[in-house]
């Protein structure tokens, strides 16, 4: 019965019963009454016939059920159909002019919340220099904004969970809840990657949220969010675009793979720039856990219309690889197994295809401004081994993960090429022609000779005698620095002690880290009681969904048991690595920028180790 009809809700009506019944033993007889009859037909005919993906708005509804009709047919309007569902609040006056013919109404799961960031204020700065410069060149730019919806979640065979998002909204019965299956214990999932291009407006107080939606699915395993897989996709469209257009801009949430100060993200936007011989390119991003304030991200409660009341779960694999998937308990996890094996990564690949169908199908129905969205492949391994080799154009580069900061010093043309043609912020990055006809490595200006001597560096904010920034006019072409970032500024010293008397035991007892994604630094999680092996399981499924930054405390996720009291000291962005670290023989860090260091950490007996770009700073004491 499970393999046929999967699992049975003890809330299963009788007439339902019957008919697995009579399917499953092959019984023909009669029913006792004509009413029982005529219900056994209708739950056959339910059951049996050809399901259908359901409609995800009024406006869909309203077009599936025009197509359904003959030619000519009069279609009742969107507002009327609005009208005959049943009111989301019965004591408002407006509820009187529903029919309630249509036994739906909305409801939301769960609230949600904003959080605040002192480079809030900063960071809306940024944004609108960003906008009034594109409105400066709207005839020669093109602008992006970037974000990854939440990743969806892929239940196992005969076990879906909900697609949508815990808090938005979903259409359900009047009378009933929507509950779905647990959403965080799975090893498969799906991540949509969303680019709006925006429609530049004349005014920057007009609207910005109108343009094209595209919407790339990604395997999380096997087709992961990586910043080069970024630009690949972004590359793909700026070559579908009719008019060429030779300055982006480009605006984010400012995650691991859109981290401005990240050395991959940079290396990754400098090969767009190269590969569309743009004049200029610059990438901003949000203040921490200021993602809502990405135009892009209202997008998102778009794509949630496709997912409500939607089910997902991969197909079964032949029973040696489902025995192989079953022990991979994290990505991490079935990544090892799809390099030991390819058909094993093959099947994997395979058994989620079909959601990826499901998904490109029930997005591709949804539109912004009566324009439909764009649904993307995934850049392939060959894509992004094409967009990387662009920048050979600089210096040869065997792959994005070999190169960190330190060894920047070992590619000169490179480290000349940044210097002299990048600039480099907290919160943006910029690339530039330089305009020299000497110049071996980005060509001649596509710009009119008059427009790209207009083109300057997008300024930093600077505050004003009433408070706020001071207006781009007024700043742009002049040299300024991001001296007023507050988050850079002096702070005075907080409290970064643990709620009891740290010590090895402590880190033991979870022996698990954290990376900073702002400053790239492993923090230390302590406890004062020993976790499971299944407790730290559970506790790495939660962190990898976990946005975190140096200071963030883990109670906010609420966790429950023993995981409610594992906490991160209170610390700030590039303070030196803690000393318990080394105290519990982790790999070898530097202590100021936590690159890794080669050889044993005992040979510096008395100081803890530095790498050769910060060998300049005062030596930390190891005791």
Known sequence: MFTKFGRIAPSIKPSVLRYFYCDLTGDASAANTAEEAELDLRVKQFIEMEPEEPA????????QVKARCAEGTLIPSDEWIRLQFWPKCKTTKTALQYTGRLNIRFMVQARQFRKTHEDAHYTAAIFRYVKEFAIRFREHSHMFCLDDKHRMKIGEP???VAAAERGRRVMVKVGSSFDVADHDFTKFSMIPSVVLMNNIPQDITESWYRGKVYVSLKDAAFESSSPIRHMTELSSILSSLQQERKIV??????????????????LALIALFLKHDLDFLCAARTAPCHSWSNPVERIMSTLNLGLQCVGLMREKMDDEFEKTAQRCKSLKDLRKKATESADFKSMAIDSVSHVKSLLARLFGRLELKEEKFTILNAASEEMIGEMMSVLNVIEPISSMES??????????LLTKFV?????????????KKCGDAACNICKPPNLPRDIFSQLKWIPDPIPD??????????LYGTKTSEDYCPSLKQKNKRSKTLPFASSLRHVKNVDMMLQCEECNMWRLLYSKQRLLASEREKLEEILNDFSFTCGAPLQDLEMEGKLADVYTRNISCREPVEKLYYVAKYP?????????????????????????VCKNKPPISKK
């Not at 190169?403 to 000169?412: C, D, E, F, V, Y």
Request: glycine share 6%.
């Open 465 to 474: 005698s009433d408070g706020h920034y001071k207006q781009f006019s007024s």
């Open 403 to 412: 190169i960190t900061k330190a060894s920047l010093k070992g590619l000169p």
């Open 419 to 431: 210097s002299l043609h990048c600039t480099e912020r907290k919160y943006s990055f910029q690339v």
């Open 588 to 612: 070898a860090i530097c202590v100021y920028c936590a690159e890794p260091m080669m050889g044993n950490m005992d040979a510096v007996q008395q100081y803890l180790p530095q790498c050769d």
């Open 249 to 266: 801009l480009l605006y984010t949430d400012g995650g691991p793979d859109h981290r401005v100060t990240f050395l991959s993200v940079q």
């Open 56 to 63: 995800i708005s009024i406006r869909d509804f309203r077009e």
């Open 158 to 160: 005969g076990f879906p």
